[in-house]
């Protein structure tokens, strides 16, 4: 492990990877990859979380393509240096930013979204002109092993690395010196994470998760709603970092709100969702014991029926849940969606800021004030006015969590950003030297024009 970190922090120190020729060339590679072996990526997604292809052009390979194609086309604007304006009393100079790759950065992917979540980073690390460890999860078996074959056939093998294993290879790495360490997962990890990084400096990028949770008040169309929110919930089999945890209702649309899930569930997924091709099947047996043991968090009002031998958990809701209860306690990341009902807004904002700063917040309602109030009364990573999840396809903006949910944020040009150092440039010339006014000896002249100059620079 030393010995690959090693590698390619010579590669990157011999500057292989800054030109931006390399760079494009890179992600054209990884561009190709995900279209020319894109079967083996489904079938490795279908064995790891039975997801379906579709779902799977859509949430992860199209997804990172679509990040390459949107950093194909801007890269070269967006490593331009920036010119910042210089103070008066600085004049004549000249101020820049400039992007710099930062060295090495290791990158640690979680299982359920494995290709997007490895991929997605790596665009941004090697569009900034870094070298690259990649960690895949050893949760997604079928996805990691893949990742290990075929990306040394793609990428330039002297300056990105795959590292497949558990803890004990990940604790290895992690007593590495990288320069930047990309982390998506769980909260406790990432305490881990951010803990071993301390040692070096290393600066940390913690993309976590936590309980997302969707408002509805009585001014939307309710089954409308009720499809938005079945979809983002049930995708992934309720896997999604992003997905709504929980529901807050205006106790009055409950009812309407249940009857409107279950007429969504049908829709997405049949009578029978066991029998769907387009419903996925929980990671694990660890997950599955864990979810399951939520059931009982209330009284189910839709699904419910599991198999443990095919992991298969229905898509749930859950009514009369008490906000103590197992399913309120954690984040479900699962096909489980309790409602709680909650009488109004104010109501539903005491409730969400009780809870931990969440990933996302969804709502839904045709108030311009309900909206307002939610932009400026609660913290979130994201808010979603009408559609939960889908603000992660937008590139330009940030993904990413505040808080408990995580610190930093990707995507577009700010992955490149992230893996990047921003440098300031100054440059002033030698003549004339209008410098001579805060040299010593300190004058009173030279006194009165500090004082202006403090008020000025303030
Ligand atoms: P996981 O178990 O696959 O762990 C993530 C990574 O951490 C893996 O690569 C694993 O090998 C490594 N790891 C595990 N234990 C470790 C240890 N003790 N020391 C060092 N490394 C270790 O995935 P997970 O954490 O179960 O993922 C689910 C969580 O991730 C949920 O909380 C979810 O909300 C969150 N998530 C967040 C995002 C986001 O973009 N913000 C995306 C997906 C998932």
Not at 12 to 31: S, V, Y
Not at 292 to 300: A, Q
Not at 417 to 433: C, I, N
Request: hydrophobic share 45%.
């Amino acid at each position: 492990m030393t010995h690959t970190v090693e590698e390619l922090r010579s590669a990157f120190d011999a500057g292989i990877t800054k030109p931006l020729a390399w760079r494009l060339a890179q992600l054209r590679a990884l561009r190709r990859m995900l279209t020319e072996r894109s079967a083996e990526f489904e079938d490795a997604l279908l064995a790891d979380l039975g997801k379906n292809p579709t779902e799977s052009q859509i949430a992860e390979l199209g997804f990172v393509v679509g990040e390459i194609d949107h950093a194909l086309k801007h890269l070269r604007r967006w490593l331009r240096p920036k010119r910042v304006s210089v103070p008066g009393a600085l004049l004549p100079a000249r101020a820049s930013t400039l992007l710099e790759p930062v060295g090495v950065v290791l990158v640690i992917a979680p299982w359920n979204y494995p290709v997007q979540l490895l991929l997605a980073p790596l665009v941004g690390a090697l569009g900034a002109g870094n070298a690259v460890v990649l960690k895949p999860s050893e949760l997604a078996p079928a996805t990691s092993a893949a990742m290990g074959r075929l990306i040394p056939q793609y990428l330039d093998r002297r300056a990105v690395a795959v590292v497949e294993g558990g803890v004990e290879e990940t604790t290895d790495l992690l007593a590495q010196r990288f320069d930047h360490i990309f982390y998506t997962g769980n909260g406790r990890v990432g305490r881990i994470v951010a803990a071993a990084a301390v040692e070096h400096l290393t600066p940390v990028t913690l993309e976590l998760g936590g309980k997302s949770p969707v408002y509805v008040d009585g001014t939307v169309d309710i089954a409308a709603a009720a499809r938005r929110i079945a979809w983002g919930k049930f995708m992934n089999a309720g896997q999604t970092c992003v997905a709504p945890d929980y529901v807050l209702a205006d106790r009055a649309v409950v009812p309407r709100l249940t009857d409107a899930l279950r007429d969504a569930v049908r829709e997405l997924y049949g009578d029978d969702p066991a029998q769907s091709p387009d419903y996925g099947r929980i990671v694990d047996d660890r997950q599955f014991s864990r979810l399951t043991g939520m059931l009982d968090s209330g009284t189910t009002a839709i699904g419910g029926d599991h198999d443990a031998a095919t992991r298969y958990l229905a898509p749930t809701v859950l009514v009369d849940v008490p906000g103590d209860a197992p399913a309120m306690a954690q984040e479900i990341f699962g096909p489980i969606l309790p409602i709680l009902p909650v009488d109004g807004l104010d109501d539903a904002i005491r409730f969400i800021r009780a809870g931990d700063k969440p990933l996302a917040l969804y709502v839904f309602t045709s108030s311009a004030t309900v909206r307002r109030r939610i932009l400026t009364e609660t913290s979130s990573g994201a808010v979603g006015f009408g559609i939960p999840a889908a603000h992660l396809a937008v590139a330009g903006l940030p993904f990413g969590g505040v808080g408990e949910s995580g610190a930093g944020a990707y995507h577009g040009e700010r992955s490149v950003r992230t893996f990047s150092h921003e440098k300031a440039v100054l440059s002033k010339p030698l003549a004339p030297d209008t410098m001579q006014l805060v040299y010593p000896p300190y004058t009173e002249g030279k006194d009165r024009f500090a004082r202006g100059l403090l008020r000025k620079l303030g």
